[in-house]
């Protein structure tokens, strides 16, 4: 495939005039100000001025005037115009019928965006010229000259590969739109297996779902950062002009696959790291060394610093320094420093961390059983705290905590006899009853824990206190570590609304009617800001906080979990729990969140070479000024997505420099500091930057920034900043960089052909989805789930992956090559997997071979098969085997254990299934693919005109 | 008839009853006249073996402003079966059930010898005996290693359906649950935040369950219905329990940095112990016994700061204004004295430290609710283990020595007004007919005044009881028949309440003043009543009944009670706290210590408190009442240290060193709280503590002494007696005054 990119035809192009390329406007979500600039713009004389009047008419009430023209008006600008008066969408071909799929992504009406006034005379100026402007851009569009003469040899294929000519009737052939899965499959097949070497600055990693191995050779493993683009433009004014997000996703905590090596550790005893003396940055390979050795610049401030003297070394002949391969921070892209005392809080060295686990016993927890279950497994669990790996014993403490109402802290020292219960009933300012006994070793104090935890179902066995307090509990935990003084995490499991008496109190507040309103966000934003003054005292004092929430109706997602969220922590919902059916997915969770690698205490900070700076960050983070990412915690599954703006131009020389610096407590209570260097590639020519991006990480950034503009603005600005965004970057492409072609022809950078039916998905994600039908806590949950994630899980998240089951070769380790989701890929004789890393399904075609049903289910047919079950039997047959070894590769990567439900076609469950199926139109609105790309189409297409 | 003294004494043994008067001058113009107040030292509830209590209930005079009880000084008609109070005249009716009653059948109330009789009320529940321990855990290991063993041990002394319950304190206060099997359970408090007795309650859980346990469980009205049952269970059903308890309290876990106290939330906790009983348990017997090994260093009622460096507040601070939080913890205390004398419980201090503990601020939790006060360097100590037994002794009838709930109402002849009262009391501030600011002063009748004290207790048994004395004396004219009113001068019991008197006014104002006002009263007292000539202190005599009083009032003086000097404020309040509360023996020890003599000149005998008394070959047994100190004079001690008693040939010097000894044991055993045991000897840096007490008539500015082998001199400034009876007879006799 060449390397332009996908072409496609649309079923239809109605050319629409009066939209130029718009202003750039990402990232203005909070601040509707910067839309209203480009009314000044306006000026309806002469076709010309009709191209600078933008679509990005500020969002918010009309002004007030004579009502909008009526449909009549647009009549002029043809038939299909008539029928769909929305100017900025091209109206949907008949034979789709989709315009009420559009519904969600459409502007209420242009009257919000266009005065009266203006609207009327840009239709009327852009129906005259409509026919006779389209051709000329298509044909001999300057910037498209300037394009194809920068890259000669780039477009070999040039227009042969676009599609015929317009076919408005026909309905379009979902194969020959660009296939999430054909992309996936085509990097697998190229880059699969393969070693792929970080020693070349800006050169583009494989996708996420390709597995490689990663070697440093200078520049941090995609494992750790990926970049929405490799190659920054050079100057603002083509960042502005291309609209394509600048953006890393940091994982600092990734896990590295055994196969690859383990990051260094380097520790320069007291003199501490090797730092620029003027802006901070840590020893890394972008250092150059300059006067025989004895001085370095700076890569990132250009800065000359005098080498220490304990660090000297000579240079050889090409100016290198003789150890450059034996020490890490000269040769490699990430490794560690051991921090000096400096690093630490008040110049002390750090305590090891602590887990203290707080159980709510209000009677329903209590009658489901999960008090017991808990209690049971913390047992075996508490054997696998986290280590180092040259160490016998974990370093960490633990401690107990019960509660509803009022709190119970446990004296569980090892020379009790029995445990002691202290509660606190002063919820209201509450505070740690006992320092000493409280933390303890779990080895030492193994009886007395065990002791504690068979009795604690017991104790409350009798209550029946329905109330309960959450905001205390925190509190409780938080002030516990800040009286013993080291980091630490809670484990919180909770399962209602706490409405008892206490700071922290929620009421009921679920109301949809605010859905589909400029009232929304509110939904989506805590109740009280005790949360957010909690959640800054816990990061100030490394109290991060996970949180399992076992809800059996609304509990306040939105205001519970903007602790964990805040603290690094992790938030896990299990929807009326049932002890039989979501046991196995709790434990799991539990099981895998205790394990996990895990850094304390941490701050980040993001240095870049000159010309750019880091400005905006996402994550489960705390920001108490515009450089400092704290977080209480961080595991390796959290990811911060850092966006980049220019400040000044860059050079292609030099290109971009980014290191990311997390000082952290480790597991034993050592401070170090992990260091990444990334170096991408600058560039002054748009298709550089076009070819260097990477849609899985644009996506990443999109949902991010999107789910953050949750809190503050209307859903359905949101929506339409993405739609524009979309449109415009590829529309600034077709501009800058496609060879000529017809208007009619869609054209997308090979990059970002799947970034349309990416977007679509995020478009299609509940959070942005306005429908009452949602269960409020359930986008809320959501929402913060995405906030944390790496591009891997949000690949996944949004584009679900689809395995055919019924073509398994149980011979083959090899996973089958997945399907795109859509139903029209389902078949009445295939069983298929779906998973998204929150869910998997297995569903199963009404006509599904029986020994399959058989091998999977030990049950002779289809009508046998019980679907209430989460986990497969285990049958000792190949097809069971190979199924669930492949449920486990699937699994293993995720932070979060998937449920499994099983689905049978033509059943009830089927419908919660279908919305998976993203390509397709979605159960509660959200269009599908299809639809959806010929509506950026027509975006594309305005903004040409 | 008998002597006045034999009169006094019979009253005494009686009706536990002293009056620094015991015929009463008959106006307030006169009374006033007489310079001691008349006033009486009131026992309530002495011990009268030989008095049983009736089981019925007193019958009360029907006015209802007036309630006294049924008397032997009441007129009788036995034929209307009528009686009239002989307080407000009020004609009465006997009840039904004294239907049989005459000359010869008569009531014990009605008998003469009965003048304080016991009734028994058998109305109303009965409610067991509440103890709440409050425990510091800021302790040296060995020390509370030992409090633990103390408390342990006093479980078993407790009556078996007491209730006891248990409140540890440090930085933080925990309320322990000792219902629970399994895990030790507690309630925890923060140290620094007070709490209102409904917030405790609240937080204790013991508010809510009243409507629903009702409608549990009907059946079941015996049981108390309060949750509070958590907090504090009968003894015979939790002492292994609670005993395990006590076994596993650790020092208090929070760390305690150089340089730092530990944090000791004393006042919340016992804010919190008082807040827990006052809801639900009030007006039952109860007590709260505080052990506390420091002063309070945080939350309210905080007596000094963590800083080790600033140290706590001594007499000089205080007179400099410059004990910041004194004002403010006091305050504190005395709201919580008040509370649960309302209720009431009391409260019992016992403190071991070296340092001081607070005494001063918290003195009123024991003064106001009658609690005990005891003060003592460790908890490891013989001084505190034996004093702390000593609270569970029992009487003869094999009950606790202890009351609860006590009210006590005086009712007297229109004639007399009450002004007030001294001792382990709070005033109810009842307005009533019989309170006054003063001595009233109507027409003297030539018959008797009379004073019922009736006063309402639950004994130690858990029942309710009321002991009625009644008492009359003869008016006197004073201008006719002076003579009789100063041969029925008490000078013991005026000894004693004038220097109650003055203990209250120390305490109220400036110490120095309070001297110069006894001075003033002693001065005119023996104007009044002295024999002399004008301007000739040679002629200057007094009768046998104030004889001693002048040297009581000297060494009255230099006691410990009105100087502060080389007392810390802790100590002062402790020795006022129980010169306010001893009887009149005791309170004269107190205020003049008891010196004996041993030596092989014969038995042991009395001497006098002088530094005369100080001799080589004595040894010297000296009881202040805190102190027992055991002096062996110069040769004494250098026989001992040659070793003389372990020789057989010496017998005699063996037991000559034991006598003292033995003695001094005997007071041991018997004194509550048990005093210091000194035993020292001349030039032993402890013989202090009996150089500061005699009474210095050879120092080094007399030295006529020197060589004559007759005493000790003193290195004092204080003036000997023999100087302040001269110039007391001096100024008796001028006229100047």
């Known amino acids: 495939m060449s390397q332009q990119g996908y072409v496609a035809t649309p079923p239809y192009s109605q050319p629409q005039p009066g939209i130029g390329l718009s202003p750039p406007h990402y990232g203005h979500y909070g601040d509707p100000s910067h839309t209203a600039s480009p009314t000044g713009m306006m000026k309806p004389a002469g076709p010309l001025g009709v191209t600078a009047t933008g679509g990005m008419l500020p969002p918010g009430p009309p002004p007030p005037g004579p009502p909008p023209p009526g449909p009549h008006q647009f009549g002029q600008n043809g038939a299909h115009a008539a029928g769909h008066p929305q100017q900025r969408f091209p109206g949907p071909p008949p034979v789709n019928n989709v315009a009420s799929s559009y519904a969600p992504y459409q502007p209420s009406a242009q009257s919000s965006y266009l005065s009266p006034m203006s609207t009327s005379s840009v239709t009327q100026l852009g129906s005259q010229l409509s026919a006779m402007q389209i051709n000329s851009y298509a044909n001999s569009g300057p910037q498209m000259a300037g394009a194809q003469l920068s890259y000669p040899g780039g477009f070999p294929g040039g227009p042969a590969q676009l599609a015929g000519p317009p076919q408005p009737q026909k309905k379009l052939d979902p194969d020959s739109i660009p296939s999430p899965i054909q992309v996936i499959e085509n990097d697998r097949a190229s880059r699969g297996g393969q070693v792929y070497a970080t020693n070349t600055r800006g050169q583009i990693p494989p996708l996420v779902t390709t597995d490689c191995i990663i070697q440093d050779q200078g520049n941090a493993s995609p494992r750790f950062i990926r970049c929405t683009t490799y190659c920054f433009p050079c100057t603002s004014d083509m960042a502005k002009q291309a609209q394509i997000p600048l953006a890393a996703v940091i994982k600092p905590f990734a896990t590295i696959p055994s196969n690859e090596s383990p990051l260094y550790l380097v520790n320069h005893g007291e003199s501490g790291p090797v730092r620029c003396n003027r802006c901070k940055a840590y020893m890394c390979p972008f250092m150059q060394f300059i006067e025989g050795g004895r001085r370095y610049q700076c890569g990132f401030c250009n800065c000359v610093n005098d080498v220490p003297p304990f660090y000297f070394q000579h240079l050889d002949h090409i100016g290198r320094r003789l150890d450059h391969y034996e020490k890490p921070e000269l040769s490699l892209g990430s490794y560690e420093y051991v921090a000096t005392l400096d690093y630490c809080r008040k110049n002390k060295p750090p305590n090891p961390p602590a887990f203290i686990f707080m159980i709510d016993v209000s009677y329903s927890n209590i009658k489901n059983g999960l008090v017991k279950l808990i209690c049971e497994e913390l047992k075996t669990m508490l054997e696998k705290l986290p280590k180092e790996e040259q160490e016998e014993m974990s370093a960490i403490r633990v401690g107990f905590i019960t509660y509803n109402k009022v709190l119970h802290f446990f004296n569980v020292k090892s020379n009790l006899a029995q445990p002691q219960m202290m509660v606190v009933t002063d919820v209201g300012e509450v505070f740690v009853p006992l320092l000493d006994g409280f933390l303890v070793n779990y080895q030492e104090s193994q009886s007395v824990i065990h002791n504690l935890l068979d009795q604690i179902p017991d104790m409350f066995a009798d209550s029946n206190e329905n109330e309960t307090v959450f905001a205390p509990v925190i509190q409780a935990g938080m002030e516990a570590l800040k009286a013993a003084d080291c980091p630490g995490k809670l484990f919180i499991f909770h399962s209602s609304l706490p409405t008892a008496e206490a700071p922290g109190k929620l009421k009921n507040r679920d109301d949809k009617k605010l859905v589909n309103t400029d009232k929304e966000k509110i939904l989506f934003q805590p109740q009280t800001n005790v949360y957010d003054s909690l959640a800054k005292d816990c990061v100030a004092h490394g109290c991060s906080v996970t949180l399992f929430l076992f809800p059996s109706q609304y509990v306040d997602v939105a205001s519970l979990g903007l602790v964990p969220q805040l603290t690094g922590g992790t938030l896990y919902k299990y929807n009326n729990f049932q002890m039989h059916l979501d046991r196995q997915q709790f434990l799991n969770d539990l099981r895998n969140d205790i394990e996990k690698k895990i850094g304390f205490d941490a701050i980040m900070r993001v240095r870049t070479s000159t010309g750019f700076r880091a400005t905006d960050f996402f994550g489960g983070i705390l920001m108490n000024n515009t450089t400092d990412v704290e977080m209480a915690a961080i595991d390796c599954d959290k990811a911060v997505t850092v966006e980049f703006k220019h400040d000044d131009k860059l050079s292609e ?11 952290y407590t480790t597991i034993s209570g050592q401070r170090r500091l992990r260091i990444h260097n990334l170096g991408l590639n600058c560039s002054s ?30 859903l359905k600005v949101i929506r339409e900043i993405l739609v524009n965004q979309t449109a415009h970057m590829l529309a600034c492409y077709r501009k800058n960089c496609a060879s000529p072609s017809a208007a009619s022809q869609l054209i997308l950078p090979d990059s970002m052909k799947v970034l349309p039916v990416y977007m679509n998905c995020l478009l299609k994600n509940c959070v942005l989805l306005s429908r009452p039908e949602i269960s409020t806590d359930e986008r809320a949950y959501q929402r913060q789930l995405v906030m944390t994630m790496g591009v891997a899980d949000s690949q996944l998240f949004f584009y679900p992956q689809l395995l055919p089951i019924h073509t398994l070769d149980v011979k083959s380790t090899m996973l089958p090559a997945a399907v795109r989701c859509s139903e029209s890929r389902l078949s009445e004789e295939g069983i298929f997997l779906l998973a998204n890393g929150l869910h998997m399904f297995l569903w199963l075609g009404v006509s599904s071979p029986p020994e399959l049903i058989q091998g999977i289910f030990n049950v002779p047919s289809f009508a046998h098969i019980n679907t209430d079950m989460t986990l497969l ?14 449920m486990g590769i699937i699994q293993q990567k995720r932070p979060y254990s998937m449920k499994l439900t099983i689905v049978k076609q033509r059943e009830q469950p089927e419908m919660v299934f279908r919305q998976f199926l993203v390509e397709d139109k979605g159960l509660y609105g959200g269009s599908s693919y299809v639809d959806f790309l010929c509506c950026v189409h027509k975006e594309i297409c305005q903004l040409l005109n | 008839m008998a002597t006045y003294l034999e009169f006094i004494q019979q009253n005494e043994e009686r009706d536990g009853v002293r009056f620094s008067w015991n015929v009463w001058p008959s106006s307030r113009l006169e009374a006033t006249r007489m310079v001691v107040p008349l006033a009486c030292l009131l026992t309530p509830l002495k011990e009268r073996p030989d008095l049983p209590p009736v089981q019925y209930e007193p019958v009360l005079c029907s006015r209802p402003t007036c309630k ?56 109303g529940a009965q409610s067991p005996l509440i103890f709440l321990y409050v425990v510091d855990t800021c302790l040296e290991e060995d020390d509370l290693q030992a409090l633990k063993e103390s408390l342990q041990m006093s479980l078993s002394l407790l009556p078996p359906d007491a209730l006891v319950g248990l409140i540890t304190f440090g930085r933080m206060v925990q309320v322990h649950e000792l219902s629970c099997e399994g895990i030790s359970k507690s309630y925890v408090f923060r140290g620094t935040k007070d709490l209102t007795a409904k917030q405790i309650q609240d937080m204790l859980g013991l508010t809510k369950p009243a409507m629903p346990m009702q409608q549990a469980r009907p059946v079941q009205p015996q049981e108390h219905p309060f949750a509070s049952t958590r907090f504090l269970q009968p003894v015979h059903k939790i002492d292994m329990n609670l005993t395990d308890l006590l076994g596993e309290l650790q020092r208090d876990p929070w760390p305690v940095t150089q340089g730092k106290r530990p944090l000791r939330s004393t006042g919340v906790a016992l804010s919190i112990a008082v807040g827990l009983l006052e809801g639900t348990f009030p007006n039952t017997g109860a007590r709260i016994m505080l052990f506390t090994g420091g002063p309070p260093t945080q939350g309210p009622g905080m007596v000094v700061g963590d800083e080790l460096k600033i140290p706590i507040r001594s007499w000089h601070d205080i007179e400099k204004d410059n004990a910041r939080f004194m004002k403010k913890a006091t305050k504190h205390y005395e709201m919580l004295a008040n509370r649960t004398a309302a209720n009431g419980h009391c409260i019992d201090i016992y403190a ?14 024991a003064n106001l609710t009658g609690g005990y006060m005891v003060m003592g360097d460790s908890f490891n100590t013989s001084l505190f ?53 003063n001595h009233n002063a109507p027409i003297p009748q030539g018959g008797r005044g009379a004073i019922q004290f009736v006063t309402h207790y639950q004994h130690s048994s858990t029942q309710r009881r009321i002991r009625v004395t009644t008492i009359a004396r003869n008016w006197a004219d004073v201008q006719s028949q002076l003579r009789h009113i100063e041969a029925a001068f008490d000078q013991e019991a005026a000894a004693v309440l004038m220097a109650r008197l003055g203990v209250f006014r120390a305490e109220s104002e400036e110490g120095p003043d309070v001297l110069r006002w006894l001075d003033r009263q002693l001065i005119r007292l023996c104007q009044k009543f002295g024999q002399y000539n004008k301007e000739d202190p040679t002629s200057f005599r007094l009768s046998d009944s104030f ?57 042991p005998e009395p001497v006098l408190l002088d530094s005369s008394s100080i001799l080589a070959d004595r040894i010297l047994l000296m009881d202040t009442f805190f102190q027992i100190v055991i002096y062996l004079g110069e040769t004494i001690a250098q026989w001992r240290k040659a070793g003389y008693q372990d020789m057989p040939e010496y017998e005699n010097f063996k037991h000559l060193l034991q006598a003292p000894l033995d003695d001094a044991q005997e007071i041991l055993q018997a004194r509550f709280p048990m005093p210091r045991y000194i035993n020292t000897e001349h030039g032993g840096s402890q013989a202090r503590f009996l150089l500061s007490k005699v009474n210095p008539s050879q120092t080094h500015n007399n030295l006529y002494a020197w060589g004559q082998e007759t005493g000790a001199p003193i290195l004092t400034d204080d003036v000997s007696l023999q100087v302040f009876m001269d110039h007391l007879k001096k100024l008796a006799v001028s006229s100047a005054c």
């Open chain 2, 385 to 437: 283990k034996q004093t702390f037994q000593r609270i569970f002794t029992k009487d003869f009838n094999g009950d606790f020595r202890m009351a609860f709930g006590a009210t006590l109402d005086v009712k007297t002849s229109r004639e007399l007004k009450i002004a007030g009262a001294i001792g382990p009391c709070v005033s109810l501030n009842v307005k009533g007919p019989c309170v006054s600011e």
């Open chain 1, 873 to 886: 039997p285990e049958v000792g047959n190949p097809y069971s085997q190979q199924l669930r070894m492949i």
């Open chain 1, 653 to 663: 020389d030099t290109g971009a420099l980014i290191q990311c610096a997390v000082l």
């Open chain 2, 547 to 603: 004889s001693l009083y002048p040297q009581f009032m000297f060494h009255l003086r230099r006691s410990p009670f009105l100087q502060v000097f080389n007392n810390s404020p802790d100590e002062s309040s402790y020795y006022r706290h129980h010169f306010a509360r001893q009887d009149l023996t005791q309170s004269l020890i107190m205020i003049q210590p008891i010196l004996y003599s041993y030596s092989f000149h014969g038995p």
């Open chain 2, 352 to 365: 071991c430290a070296l340092d001081q503990t607070g005494l001063l601020e918290m003195k009123c939790c």
């Open chain 2, 68 to 123: 006294a009880v049924l008397n032997p000084l009441c007129q009788v008609d036995y034929r209307a079966k009528l009686w009239a109070c002989n307080f407000c005249f009020q004609r009465n009716q006997f009840p039904p059930a004294y239907g049989g009653i005459s000359e010869v059948n008569q009531p014990a109330e009605l008998m003469p010898q009965f003048s304080t009789i016991e009734y028994m009320i058998q109305r």
């Open chain 1, 685 to 714: 020519q748009l298709a550089d930057l076009y070819k260097s991006c990477e849609t899985d990480a644009l996506i990443n950034f999109f949902a991010k920034s999107a789910f953050k503009a949750v809190l503050h603005q209307p």
